[in-house]
Antibody, heavy 122, light 106 residues
Framework: EVQLVQSGAEMKKPGESLKISCKTSGYSFTTYWIGWVRQMPGQGLEWMGIIYPGDSDTKYSPSFQGQVTISADKSISTTYLQWSSLRASDTAIYYC???????????????WGQGTLVTVSS | SYELTQPPSVSVSPGQTASITCSGDKLGDRYASWYQQKPGQSPVLVIYQDDKRPSGIPERFSGSNSGNTATLTISGTQATDEADYYCQAWDTTTAPFGGGTKLTVL
């Protein structure tokens, strides 16, 4: 059974750093893209970026390039999303999701984590 | 950056057909996917690669994508289909979402 299990809720202060995780199981971690998606309170979904754990190839949305870092650890089938300096506007739920692959092309996120709520407040 | 436009809301009567559109420049040149999200839950993939249904998704969900518009169609809409729906457009470097459509079944 494919599972994506995310780390727990975080409460941070502006300026602090943070790294949240998404541990996967039930499939070959290195052969599927994993993406991160932001959902601010009461708002829609925003695509942040995506990583291919097999070679760590990473692509970012222009809106998030330079604001976050996506990484992966093949040894424990886990991907990460990190911030070096949080802002109040980073308050949101963050989801990880696996890319569905058909004939070598990714065209949807078929499995999602449960989401991690990040609250940034002084 | 690439932008996708969805109507903020769509209403449908039970048993009728609901159509939700997603517009973007040459969207037909990209793969479109659709997600259903109910309050407090993670999104669920209902259509990928324009018109394919994942296992477990009812046949009443269908998709199309041509020109500048992708469409999610829900036939015989049920009360349980009331949710937010998001489109997404895939290319080799990005996969932005549309703003979302709230489907009301009344």
């Amino acid at each position: 059974e494919v599972q994506l299990v995310q780390s727990g809720a975080e409460m941070k202060k502006p300026g602090e750093s943070l790294k949240i995780s998404c541990k996967t199981s039930g499939y070959s971690f290195t052969t599927y893209w994993i993406g991160w998606v932001r959902q601010m309170p009461g708002q829609g979904l925003e695509w942040m970026g995506i990583i291919y754990p097999g070679d760590s190839d990473t692509k970012y949305s222009p809106s998030f390039q330079g604001q976050v870092t996506i990484s992966a650890d093949k040894s424990i089938s886990t991907t990460y999303l990190q911030w070096s300096s949080l802002r109040a506007s980073d308050t949101a739920i963050y989801y990880c999701a696996r890319g569905i692959v058909v004939a070598g092309t990714t065209s949807g996120f078929d499995y999602w984590g449960q989401g991690t709520l990040v609250t940034v407040s002084s | 950056s690439y932008e996708l436009t969805q109507p903020p809301s769509v209403s449908v009567s039970p048993g009728q057909t609901a159509s939700i559109t997603c517009s973007g420049d040459k969207l037909g040149d990209r793969y479109a996917s659709w997600y259903q999200q109910k309050p407090g839950q993670s999104p669920v993939l209902v259509i990928y690669q324009d018109d394919k249904r994942p296992s477990g998704i009812p046949e009443r969900f269908s998709g199309s994508n041509s020109g500048n518009t992708a469409t999610l169609t829900i036939s015989g809409t049920q009360a349980t289909d009331e949710a937010d729906y998001y489109c997404q457009a895939w290319d080799t470097t990005t996969a932005p979402f549309g703003g979302g459509t709230k489907l009301t079944v009344l």
